[in-house]
């Protein structure tokens, strides 16, 4: 019997195809059964999605946020796992089955994360993030995170970028899912440090092959939304400043 994969992938106001090129990976996915949630949070014109019976568009007026935008998906999953894909990433046809293998076994294993294709593992996931890589990474000092040992098929990590994260539901409800509070970013790291707090293990997966664009570079801090997303960061490392970072570099 595969194994049921729901993937919630979050639209706004992508441009012409995106959305298209996400959606088809994740219907070409294999040795999973697979569903699909699109949440568009209010794209002017409103997003347009396959006609496949796997697929189900949830339509909002306006921008929730990433946060809620993929709480609403998940409250529409049933699957035993939920995979949150960014709608400029691409699943290779085996991705998801091999981030399932990794935590099918183990109900420890809460979460599994890719390492995307031409990019090290350090560029999106790794130990949680320092106030100082942090504050190198808002003013486009550097582009990748702390390092973890990163041997063999896959690795434990303190956190993985939401770009495309697969997550046991039945853990993700436990701790809350996606704070609401974060319109955007770094509700997924938030999410990664409350799971480990919890008890429960991160994983990276080396053969779990996905594409996604590298980090933007030159991010514009001084406008609204890079202002909104500096105090997210400011508030996300206060309520966090406790964590004890449980991976070596």
Known sequence: MTPP???VVLTWNDEPGQLGGALGSALSSQDVDVGVVVVDNGSQPPAVVPSDPRVRLVRNEENR???AGRNQGAAEAAATFLCFLDSDAWLAPGCLAALVGELADDPRRALAAPVFEGQ???????RAPSLAVKAARLLNLRATYQAVASHGPSWEVDFAIGACLLVRREAFLAVGGFDERYFYGPEDV???LRLRQAGFRLLQVRRAACTHPPRRRFRRVLTRR???HAWAVGRHLWRHRRFQRQVAA
Do not use: T
């Open 5 to 7: 994969v729901d993937v």
């Open 65 to 67: 946020g990433v946060a």
């Open 120 to 126: 090290p593992p350090e560029a999106s996931a790794g």
């Open 190 to 192: 938030d999410a990664c």
């Open 226 to 228: 890079g202002a909104q």
